[in-house]
């Protein structure tokens, strides 16, 4: 079965300073990945999503992630802070039906809270 | 915009009195999610719709009940809540089965239970 692991449930950066949120996977089969925002009493946005094309993604608000099949990684990162940035993040993965898999649901890791210090 | 609306933002509700949350979508997707969101937890999926198939998970308590009576609206019953049942609620959309597109999400309704 698919599933996230997201290392540290709390970051806390300068503001200027390198944001890196870790995410790991495990899947069977070629997965979709997904990072999501969400800033307090708020739905998830969707910052950015790897689905097998090229491994580095671009995403919203200046956020980048690189998959690493090798490594079965999905981190994503920042090269500078905002306080604009302070949310709580979520790596999803999503089984593909194509594969046998489920409808194409989202597993969400537990979630990493991002602080940033002025 | 196209988008993912639940109302109301914010319920408050007595200890066991039936609460109804409702979502609508403009985007015509085929797919509609319930979730619940405890405090600095991740999303708990509660059921989903594909179309009008209803998909319920299977530890979704009997407490929990939905409804979509067409493609751009979806409810969330709570029958008898409790003050466990307080929580972020959640509704998100997919277009197609395939899992490429990820989900747009409402902004969420709060429930309390008092």
């Known amino acids: 079965a698919q599933s996230v692991t997201q290392l540290g449930s709390h970051v806390s950066v300068s503001e200027g300073a390198l944001v890196l949120l870790r995410c790991n996977y495990s899947s069977s089969v070629p997965p979709y990945l997904f990072w999501y925002v969400q800033y307090p009493n708020q739905g998830l946005q969707l910052l950015l999503k790897?689905?097998?094309?090229?491994?580095l993604v671009k995403g919203i608000n200046g956020f980048e992630a690189e998959f690493k099949k090798s490594e079965t990684s999905f981190h994503l990162t920042k090269p500078s802070a905002h306080m604009s940035d302070a949310a709580e993040y979520f790596c999803a993965v999503s089984d593909s039906p194509l594969y046998g898999g489920s409808q194409g649901n989202l597993i969400f890791g537990k979630g990493t809270k991002l602080s940033v210090k002025p | 915009d196209a988008m993912v609306i639940q109302n109301p933002r914010y319920q408050v509700t007595q200890f066991g009195k039936p609460v109804t949350l409702s979502c609508s979508q403009t985007l015509n997707h085929n797919v509609m999610y319930w979730y619940q969101q405890k405090s600095s937890q991740a999303p708990k999926l509660l059921f989903h719709?594909?179309?009008?198939?209803?998909?319920n998970e299977a530890d979704t308590p009997d407490n929990f009940q939905s409804r979509r009576p067409n493609t751009s609206f979806c409810f969330l019953d709570i029958r008898s809540p409790g003050l466990g049942d307080a929580a972020m609620y959640l509704c998100?959309?997919?277009?197609?089965?395939?899992?490429?597109?990820?989900?747009?999400f409402g902004s969420g309704t709060r429930l309390t239970v008092v």
């Open positions: 998100a959309t997919r277009v197609g089965r395939v899992g490429a597109d990820g989900y747009t």
């Open positions: 790897y689905t097998s094309a090229a491994t």
């Open positions: 719709y594909y179309d009008k198939d209803f998909n």
